[in-house]
């Protein structure tokens, strides 16, 4: 064996010890470069620039682990001056660094190097757990068009591009905003699902968290979003036309920047992918009023992401009832819980509680695979909550513990009159089963209308209104207190504004208990007659 060659794997082999998995990882795919560089390039000449440009994709995190991985200072000249490694040094190779059994075709490992970079199935997850992957694109575009669609299909045929990403099955947004088109709408919101880079780093807890620094310096990515879909890092501008809140950049923001296609006056807003505050999306396109290096014909990345995936595998049994004991085949119903997770009560539209709600409910398996809707039992200023949620006369509703709580949708509302009709059990049972009390928002009076009266009291709708804090219901009450509770006593309640957290109400829409399908009915019919007479027969 070639003296380069020993040495590059005794020193690989003892770094990889002290660097931990994601190092060694990082390590062999350094490996792998090389002997790639080695078998594709035609020239030294050109076998020096691939290695290099291999090597600086080695994180400075390993680097710095070990003065003697100057992989191109120590080891490079030599083994390009020593000649071209032959097959089955390669194959040998191969061997020493992951143990295999058997030689691997060299041509196969060397196809996958760009892919095994990149991770499209997080670690740590779960099975069955739903997660988001985002990358910034490592080619550019221009910014010229107005439409929307342009960009998610410039990110998408970049993901296409990538065989482990195009076999997701997914698909791909830009995270951009057009003059009719704010960015926060292009993308799904999908409460509660993590957001990873391609390199296996979580980056935002979910949807929401991408938009909320909408305040100067507010909430931040948690790192940076400078990872590209083969897994290489690299920052700089990237187009996406936004505010940090995830809006069009319409107005200008004082600046010259605005949407995606432009805007007489604005270019085009960009995003630094190496920040960790606001400006990795509304950072401003520079300074002036006319700058030609940020016009729309330039070309920057774009920041793509894609839709909800699920991690393989079946996820743990959760202990709730999604069919009611005591239902038929063909029978509605409807379930309800209290969320578990609490949210804020600022926003003025119902469809950020609706959205809340259905993200909670498909935390849980058993319930995503119900393949219903989800509504906030809420109200705002406009939208009351027996108007947001479908009345559905005759369909019982079940908490997910398969208890009956009210006979139909109309009964949820009946409590009209002080101390009227009360639900049959408290609604204090959250989506995977557990069962908890506390205060929750709701918004309304008893009846499901909203508080925007006040009522005598200090409640008012969620999101507020002058004078008034959301009202609130008890989660352990039956009475009409479990939907028409005051959030407490005088005109100022600080702990209950609408900055506070509390746990939401959830309905699904109608739910239908399955039907057998006619083969597996004739089946089980054809199962107990000749059962019936085998028993016969004996007797």
Same mark, same amino acid.
């Given at each position: 064996?070639?003296?380069?060659?020993?040495?590059?794997?005794? *020193?690989?082999?003892? =770094?990889?010890?002290?660097?931990?998995?994601?190092?060694?990882?990082?390590?062999?795919?350094?490996?792998? *470069?090389? +002997? %790639?560089c080695m078998a594709i390039a035609p020239s030294i000449g050109a076998q020096l620039a691939c290695i290099v440009s291999a090597e600086s994709h080695l994180p %400075?995190?390993?680097? $710095?682990?070990?003065?003697?991985?100057?992989? /191109?200072?120590?080891?490079?000249?030599?083994?390009?001056? /020593?000649?071209?490694?032959?097959?089955?040094?390669?194959?040998m190779l191969y061997k020493v660094l992951f143990g295999l059994g058997a030689a691997v075709a060299a041509v196969a490992l060397l196809a996958t190097v760009a892919e095994a970079q990149i991770v499209t199935e997080p670690t740590g997850l779960g099975p069955g757990v739903q997660y988001r992957l985002v990358f910034k694109t490592s080619?550019?575009?221009?910014?010229?068009?107005?439409?929307?669609?342009?960009?998610?299909?410039?990110?998408?045929?970049?993901?296409?591009?990538?065989?482990?990403?195009?076999?997701?099955?997914?698909?791909?947004?830009?995270?951009?905003?057009? =003059?009719?088109? &704010?960015? /926060?709408?292009?993308?799904?919101s999908a409460m509660f699902v993590p957001i990873y880079r391609l390199d296996d780093t979580k980056i935002f807890e979910d949807g929401p968290d991408i938009w909320d620094g909408s305040g100067a310096w507010g909430d931040q990515p948690l790192v940076p979003l400078n990872v590209d879909e083969t897994g290489a890092t690299?920052?700089?501008?990237?187009?996406?036309? !936004?505010?940090? &809140?995830?809006?069009?950049?319409?107005?200008?923001?004082?600046?010259?920047?605005?949407?995606?296609?432009?805007?007489p006056g604005l270019h085009p807003g960009v995003g630094d992918a190496g920040?960790?505050?606001?400006?990795?999306?509304?950072? &401003?396109?520079?300074?002036?009023?006319?700058?030609?290096?940020?016009?729309?014909?330039?070309?920057?990345?774009?920041?793509?992401?894609?839709?909800?995936?699920?991690?393989?595998?079946?996820?743990?049994?959760?202990?709730?009832?999604?069919?009611?004991? @005591?239902? @038929?085949? @063909?029978d509605t119903y409807r379930l309800a819980f209290r969320t578990s997770a609490p949210s804020q009560a600022v926003s003025t539209d119902i469809a950020y509680y609706n959205a809340f709600a259905d993200g909670m409910a498909n935390t849980i398996a058993e319930l995503r695979d119900l393949n219903t809707t989800w509504q906030a039992m809420a109200s705002t200023a406009t939208v009351d909550a027996r108007d947001n949620v479908d009345s559905l006369p005759g369909v019982p509703i079940y908490r997910v513990d398969d208890t009956k709580i009210f006979e139909d949708g109309p009964d949820i509302w009946d409590g009209g009159g002080a101390w009227g009709d009360q639900p049959l059990v408290p609604l204090n049972v959250d989506e995977a089963g557990a069962t908890a009390g506390g205060y929750t928002w709701t918004g309304s009076f008893q009846d499901g209308t909203a508080r925007n009266a006040g009522?005598?009291?200090?409640?008012?709708?969620?999101?507020?209104?002058?004078?008034?804090?959301?009202? +609130?219901? &008890?989660?352990?009450?039956?009475?009409?207190?479990?939907? $028409?509770?005051?959030?407490?006593?005088? !005109?100022?309640?600080?702990?209950?504004?609408?900055?506070?957290?509390?746990?939401?109400?959830?309905?699904? $829409?109608?739910i239908t208990v399955p039907i057998p399908e006619p083969g597996s009915f004739v089946l089980l019919l054809c199962g107990g007659l000749v059962a019936g007479l085998i028993w016969r027969k004996r007797q």
């Open positions: 064996m070639p003296l380069g060659l020993t040495t590059f794997i005794e *020193r690989h082999k003892s =770094a990889s010890v002290s660097v931990g998995a994601a190092g060694q990882r990082s390590l062999q795919m350094l490996v792998f *470069r090389h +002997v %790639s %400075s995190s390993v680097a $710095g682990q070990d003065p003697a991985l100057n992989w /191109r200072g120590y080891e490079t000249a030599e083994l390009l001056t /020593r000649g071209l490694f032959t097959q089955g040094t390669k194959n080619t550019s575009s221009t910014a010229a068009s107005t439409d929307i669609a342009d960009y998610n299909a410039f990110v998408t045929g970049v993901a296409a591009g990538v065989p482990a990403l195009n076999a997701l099955g997914t698909t791909w947004k830009a995270i951009g905003s057009t =003059a009719t088109v &704010d960015a /926060r709408d292009n993308v799904d690299a920052g700089g501008y990237a187009w996406n036309g !936004s505010f940090q &809140d995830g809006t069009a950049r319409n107005t200008g923001g004082g600046d010259v920047a605005g949407p995606l296609g432009g805007a920040a960790v505050n606001w400006t990795w999306l509304g950072q &401003d396109s520079g300074n002036g009023s006319a700058n030609p290096w940020y016009g729309t014909g330039h070309s920057f990345p774009l920041y793509a992401i894609s839709d909800v995936l699920i991690t393989s595998g079946t996820a743990a049994p959760t202990p709730i009832t999604t069919v009611p004991t @005591g239902l @038929g085949p @063909g009522g005598g009291d200090n409640s008012g709708p969620l999101g507020g209104a002058p004078g008034l804090n959301p009202g +609130v219901g &008890d989660a352990g009450a039956v009475n009409w207190t479990w939907l $028409g509770q005051v959030p407490g006593n005088g !005109s100022i309640n600080p702990w209950y504004g609408t900055g506070h957290n509390h746990s939401l109400y959830v309905v699904s $829409g109608s």
